[in-house]
């Protein structure tokens, strides 16, 4: 489609400049050669936030090539000159040779042959010798190119300000290039020129935006020569391969370069607005290297001083606070979708932005007809909170892996027209794959999927998340190593707080978790693993879906972690192992869960003695003790001793006699045993009901039926 357009846009580029501009005091002055025709403004439609540019629209814009591809943008200054930025071409603090790159002009879309593009050789780099890192500025380069470029409609240079031209705060400009459309997720294909709208920051907003505490303990320092475009709420930035290249501002009919793309952190974030480097303060350096070379960049005047001082006296902090993930109260979520497919019941799933839907693909997903969902979307409907009428969907997109991976049991679904945000229906917010949510996060459950309700308060059920070393020692990959808080979990575990309530069965419910920072509900996990008449006690994380859904969506709201901690390192990295199970194919400890005294008591038909303690083994661990003498039950204080709480009932591997009752008998003959003070063994809430779930009373026999209520480590000694 791109392609077509090429004729009349490049006819109108021909076509004479109207006369406005020809009286404008920015026509080329005597101290710029006539040739030299910079920044001329050429009449076009573009679509705005982020989109393919038309193509001639940017004739200034060019592709840099290391190693047979693109890597970064630049601007063509001068026919013989290209400006970039310095990070472009540093390795290890050296300056790569110019000989291996190779500069592309007159490019819309790199896919294909390049109609009408020419490539020049570059025959030096010039980088101002203070530039060390992008952080500490100066990063700006000058590439020379072997032979001048040959201008035409589709290249031209753009114009550069002077030191002493001021860009007014607010303005719009636009950035360009073949950068990422999001964090991780390059240009598809035929790889068009986009661009975007970005309004210039003064020093203080973006100052006070960056000094926003942020999930990476952060800090950046604006400094002279610097300069932010975008916006507090994010969304439209430039990002990884777009660096180097320009970010142009109109004025009196001419497009002057203010910035060069530079950095910024992740792309589009909230608060995080992009770093360019100010192009205005280097016009001497710029200057001197160009010095000697005809034609060289053109300077012009600013055309109109603007009337207020572009430095405001102060400029106001508005940060902009998370659009996603607030709830009036819990269990009233916002972002609750119900998906309404003829023939079956209604699948749960959560409103992520304007227009998409996150849901189980298993929803849809026929296991009988191989795997190819039913695409008759026509009579689908969506309903969300607050909105008069269902919506009415457009697109279904799988996860890749959805039919044989429960973890990526994911499905988005696209609505015919988006819906408006405000406090119903309103996105969830989404984690990013870095994502740390901290053990002890408030979360709790909401329906996922086609199961049919439990029993019990479900959605209001409060739960608190368990440390990764647990979870991941009793779900995640046994064996591999425990991820260190900023890696992706393998899963996340919720501790409920209440006991389990009689009757209450969660057979056959799915649910996602939700936890909760500062107030903002972050969609965490998603379908607890398989699990019998239990609550669910495990789940699959969705940060490491957040590339998947913010590539399919382009504008699902991933938001950076609200609550950090940045702690003494050395804790969670001291106890980065799982309890050693096996050595030399002998079984030395596997993990268990101590039930509750009701629990066991059904379980064991009341046959047991008083004080005897019931475990239930971590999945995939029963098979691991071969038990020759009467192992010990220990357990792990949150100061981390380990404490004796039980010993082996003859003859078997899931009941224990409780230490605590013979803590006076013990003290009395052994003298020095050290007892802690009343954490020696579990407490469970007394009274309640004393009947037994009828699931259990099934089950008597089979303790593996039962949830997991504490979790707790028993070492087998061999
Ligand atoms: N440094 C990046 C590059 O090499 C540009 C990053 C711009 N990031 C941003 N969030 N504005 O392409």
Redesign the pocket.
Known sequence: MARHLLLPVVMLVLSPIPGAFQDSALSPTQEEPEDLDCGRFEPSTRIVGGSDAQPGTWPWQVSLHHGGGHI??GSLIAPSWVLS?A??FMTNGTLEPAAEWSVLLGVHSQDGPLDGAHTRAVAAIVVPVNYSQ?ELGADLALLHLASPASLGPAVRPVCLPRASHRFVHGTACWAT?W?DVQEADPLPLPWVLQEVELRLLGEATCQCLYSQPGPFNLTLQILPGMLCA?YPEGRR????????GPLVCEEGGRWFQAGI?????????RN????FTAVATYEAWIREQVMGSEPGPAFPTQPQKPQSDPQEPRENCTIALPECGKAPRPGAWPWEAQVMVPGSRPCHGALVSESWVLAPASCFLHPSSSDSPPRDLDAWRVLLPSRPRAERVARLVQHENASWEDASDLALLQLRTPVNLSAAPRPVCLPHPEHYFLPGSRCRLARWGRGEPALGPGALLEAELLGGWWCHCLYGRQGAAVPLPGDPPHALCPAYQEEEEAGSCWNDSRWSLLCQEEGTWFLAGIRDFPSDCLRPRAFFPVQTHGPWISHVTRGAYLEDQLTWDWGPDGEETETQTCPPYTQHGVPVAAAVSILTPRICHCLYQGILPPGTLCVLYAEGQENRCEMTSAPPLLCQTTEGSWVLVGMAVQGSRELFAAIGPEEAWISQTVGEAHFLPSSGSPHWPTGGSNLCPPELAKASGSPRAVHFLLLLTLLIQS
């Open positions: 970064c943008g930025a990070h472009c992008v290039g950068g975008g930035d430039t990002c990884q391969g777009d660096s180097g793309t530079s950095f910024g952190f992740g792309c589009g974030r995080r607005p992009g770093v």
